[in-house]
């Protein structure tokens, strides 16, 4: 598995350096399509292939730095693809990466901004990465600052925010009006 990754990853380095993937190419089902983005999306196979061996409450360190290399030279190819970013979210979390875990959300959140649950999980992550929010009157006070802004939200983001603050107010030992 490993030198079938290294293999690719070699390809994908000598064909970016000789800029051989910028010509069209017209795919079988009448989209055009670069060779650039054909290649990502093998990549991207293949990091799911190095994903799906095992199971996921085991999974090993050398499967996961595959992974994350097969998904970040597939991001340097194609990176206005939101299916790559919603991958490479689910590997940071395997991972535990906190940081490449938002990172990976807020590029694909950018790119699907109709993926209700996804902003809302990007909303709540940001929250508990935010060094200011520790406290629970803080997450309480956050949460709702952005539910008072004008932002954006759906209305289905924005009801399921304020169930998320009702259940920190019901757990908060400080009354509030």
Not at 21 to 30: D, G, H, K
Not at 80 to 107: E, G, I, S, T, Y
Not at 159 to 175: D, E, M, V
Request: charged fraction near 25%; hydrophobic fraction near 40%; glycine fraction near 2%.
């Amino acid at each position: 598995m490993r030198r079938h990754a290294w293999i690719w990853a070699t390809f994908v380095v000598l064909t970016l350096q000789g800029g051989l993937l910028n010509a069209p190419v017209r795919a079988e089902s009448n989209t055009t399509r670069t060779p650039a983005a054909m290649l990502a999306s093998q990549l991207n196979f293949l990091a799911t292939q190095a994903l799906a061996i095992g199971r996921p409450d085991m999974d090993r360190s050398d499967q996961l730095t595959v992974a994350r290399i097969l998904m970040d030279l597939s991001l340097r190819l194609n990176e206005d693809d939101p299916d790559v970013w919603r991958l490479r979210h689910r590997l940071a979390r395997r991972a535990n990466d906190q940081q490449a875990m938002l990172k990976a959300l807020r590029a694909y959140c950018r790119l699907r901004p109709d993926d209700e649950p996804a902003q809302l999980q990007l909303i709540l992550n940001e929250i508990d990465q935010d060094r200011s929010t520790q406290t629970l009157d803080a997450r309480i006070l956050a949460a709702e600052e952005i539910l008072n802004r004008e932002n954006g939200l759906s209305n289905a983001v924005r009801s399921r925010l304020a169930s998320y603050i009702s259940c920190l107010l019901y757990t908060s030992p400080s009354p509030r009006d």
